[in-house]
């Protein structure tokens, strides 16, 4: 069975992505909405942590190595439920803004 996976951005919550994502689910299809990794200090989650958050967003186009690494972690987190709900069928990704940066480097794994 196809499966439609979808992320929310920086200070997203599984909860506010939801109904979008039910809204374009074709019928038939398994949905995954799974929350960031870490919590945001101001609200939400977030697939990773900027060691600055207040840095500008240029600075934050190029992620340090501790960002890296939590990337790697939330990628792996993402793999495992995937594997667990929907370890069949097509698997289409999408997300919006850090989730959508997500959905591109899960295109590598």
Excluded: C
């Excluded at 398994?30 to 609200?43: A, D, I, N, S």
């Excluded at 190595?65 to 709900?85: I, K, N, W």
């Amino acid at each position: 069975m196809p499966t439609l996976l979808m992320m929310h951005g920086m200070t997203g919550t599984s909860e506010m992505m939801r109904p979008f994502a039910e809204a374009i689910l074709p019928e038939g299809w398994t949905l995954l909405v799974p929350e960031g990794r870490f919590r945001h200090p101001r609200r939400g989650f977030a697939w990773w942590r900027y060691e600055d958050w207040s840095a500008s967003p240029t600075r934050r186009a190029n992620l340090s190595r501790t960002e890296l690494f939590d990337v790697d972690a939330s990628l792996a987190q993402l793999e495992q439920e995937v594997s667990r709900h929907a370890p069949a069928g097509p698997l289409v990704v999408g997300g919006f803004s850090m989730g959508g940066a997500m959905a591109q480097e899960m295109l590598h794994l």
